[in-house]
């Protein structure tokens, strides 16, 4: 799911849109609210009398045995544990702009590191190999998650020897490198989770399949909150001598080079625990279901390729990747902007914890209004209230500065910013659970979940781009001069350090964001006005209009 910077820099948590690493048979049954049986169907040579007889003995032994959630306690521990890990490194590449804006790194770089949270919009390219390519005699979900998870607590190890060079460089912190292990972090925890995914509709009955998605949610959250709220706060000098020492000290409790080497010590210990000690069902998978498995990943391309030729659903789609470029400033500068200001990132990280409730019951109230025949209505009418926060958070990046004071900020400054984002989030979830809804809506039943995974891709990748080109427009948009050194400007970092090294200091006459503000403002105004009442026509299509002729 989209989300707002103003807490903490971007999809950081992205958060997972339902179904997009679900590409098999059963998990696309699971899309459209179905569960699929691990047990062999019953062939259709059998006769009628044997047919009834054999599917009513596998009533009695239904009924007879009906697991509960007792019963699976251990497996959704195991679940659940599983996607805590997988939200560590999102929370903490979702933490590493907001330290990096605390040195004073460009903009262009932010938005260089931005790119950090592309794989989980990318992961469609993927997931088809992960889900049909594997070692029958290790487990199918294993030949993933155990790589994977190796990889990770070892990049972890890598970087936690390694990050205090890479952050304190005499030149300034090493964006590249840093991106570089980030952005694979961020890919091995996005082909984490699609095996998790895939391992969750085996691993629990189906009686109890519906807490893979709880496992999920909570997991994933928990997860990113250890790596970004937890660590911003405890690696906050200031605010471990504030709330949690009687000592004050220069340094927080913990360092980012120690926490990314205790994580990195439970990924090796855990996978190494779970690949001696955890079996996969015995799905009773030979040589030829492998065969056929990766038959079906070039089936499976061949049918993105052709859902997205169908003319409805590549209008969708161009409309999906345009309609957030009015949001692009708000949500992906917005925080960046208030740390420069000067406010505390981990201040910033707090608050976005009593939006918890908020964002739980929202879509709940929200999907009241979308479960009709015409959910984009409701897209359609939030969007501009999300352009006016938009304007409304540039006021507030304006105002912040005049605020504070020697202490910091006051308790109503941190209220005001509570509240505008809390507004922020009704429009963002309205916006969201419409989409999801028309996805629902519109995805042909037969391969409900190959076309809902595309849909959910072009929305995540319709939110990236934009906000990768407004981090990278910020510093060209911006104008400064040189004052206290005659014929000195500041129009390129080596003209800023020329007029430091003459007695002078660069001020900024004019800032990027605020223009990037006004300017994204106008381009979501035209976006409503002229393709948002086209988007609503989409709604008109009959059903034969969204159904590709290769699934028939």
């Known amino acids: 799911m989209e989300h707002s910077e103003l807490m903490t820099h971007k999809n950081g948590r992205q958060r997972k849109i339902a179904g997009t690493t679900v590409l098999s048979e059963n998990i696309r049954g699971m899309d459209r609210g179905e569960t699929s049986s691990s047990e062999p169907e019953v062939e259709?040579?059998?006769?009628?009398?044997?047919?009834?007889?054999?599917?009513?003995?596998?009533?009695?032994?239904?009924?007879?045995?009906?697991?509960?959630?007792?019963?699976?306690?251990?497996?959704?521990?195991?679940?659940?544990?599983?996607?805590?890990?997988?939200?560590?490194?999102?929370?903490?590449?979702?933490?590493?702009?907001?330290?990096?804006?605390?040195?004073?790194?460009?903009?262009?770089?932010?938005?260089?590191f931005s790119f950090v949270f592309w794989p989980f919009s990318l992961k469609l390219l993927w997931a088809p190999l992960v889900d049909a390519l594997y070692f029958s005699r290790f487990g199918r979900r294993k030949s993933w998650l155990v790589p994977t998870q190796y990889l990770l607590g070892l990049f972890m190890l890598y970087l936690s020897g390694t990050v205090n060079s890479l952050m304190q460089s005499e030149g300034g912190p090493k964006v590249v490198t840093l991106t570089a292990v980030f952005f694979m972090l961020a890919f091995l925890a996005a082909t984490q989770d699609i095996a998790v995914d895939g391992w969750a509709l085996t691993m629990l009955s189906r009686e109890n399949v519906g807490y893979a998605s709880t496992c999920n949610s909570v997991g994933q959250t928990a997860g990113y909150f250890l790596g970004n709220v937890l660590f911003l706060a405890l690696e906050s000098a200031d605010f471990c001598n504030k709330y949690l020492r009687v000592e004050p000290k220069d340094t927080g409790i913990v360092t980012l080079s120690e926490f990314l080497f205790f994580w990195g010590i439970v990924f090796l210990v855990s996978t190494t625990l779970v690949a001696i000690m955890k079996r996969e069902n015995n799905d009773g998978k030979g040589k030829q279901k492998v065969q056929e498995e990766t038959q079906g990943v070039m089936e499976t391309y061949k049918l993105l390729f052709s859902i997205i030729k169908m003319p409805t659903v590549f209008t969708f789609c161009s409309l999906l990747l345009t309609a957030k470029i009015g949001f692009s400033a708000a949500d992906a500068v917005t925080g960046l902007k208030l740390v420069e200001a000067g406010v505390p990132k981990e201040q910033l990280a707090l608050l976005a914890v009593p939006m918890v409730p908020l964002q739980i019951l929202l879509p709940v109230i929200i999907s009241k209004y979308t479960a009709g025949p015409r959910p984009l209505d409701v897209f359609y009418k939030a969007f501009p209230f999300r352009l006016l926060i938009g304007l409304g958070y540039a006021l507030l990046v304006w105002w912040t500065p005049s605020v504070k004071h020697e202490g910091g900020f006051p308790v109503y400054y941190y209220a005001i910013v509570l509240f505008s984002y809390a507004l922020h989030q009704v429009a963002l979830y309205s916006m969201y659970v419409a989409c999801m809804a028309f996805h629902a809506k519109v995805s042909d039943p037969l391969i409900g979940g190959t076309y809902m995974t595309l849909l959910n891709t072009v929305t995540n990748l319709g939110g990236n781009w934009p906000s990768t080109l407004a981090l990278w427009m910020v510093d060209p948009l911006t104008s400064k001069e040189c004052q206290g050194a005659t014929g000195q400007s500041c129009g390129s970092p080596e003209e800023a350090g020329l007029c430091v090294k003459e007695g002078g200091a660069c001020l900024t006459t004019l800032d990027g964001y605020y223009v990037e503000s006004v300017v994204c403002a106008v381009i979501g105004l035209v976006w409503w006005v002229w393709l948002g009442k086209k988007m609503r026509r989409l709604q008109e299509q009959k059903p034969a209009a969204w159904r590709c002729r290769a699934s028939r």
């Open 44 to 112: 259709e040579e059998a006769e009628g009398l044997g047919l009834i007889k054999v599917l009513s003995s596998e009533d009695r032994r239904q009924r007879r045995v009906r697991p509960g959630i007792r019963d699976e306690l251990g497996n959704v521990l195991l679940l659940l544990f599983l996607y805590v890990l997988q939200g560590i490194p999102l929370g903490l590449a979702g933490s590493i702009p907001l330290i990096l804006q605390s040195k004073s790194i460009s903009y262009k770089d932010q938005a260089f």
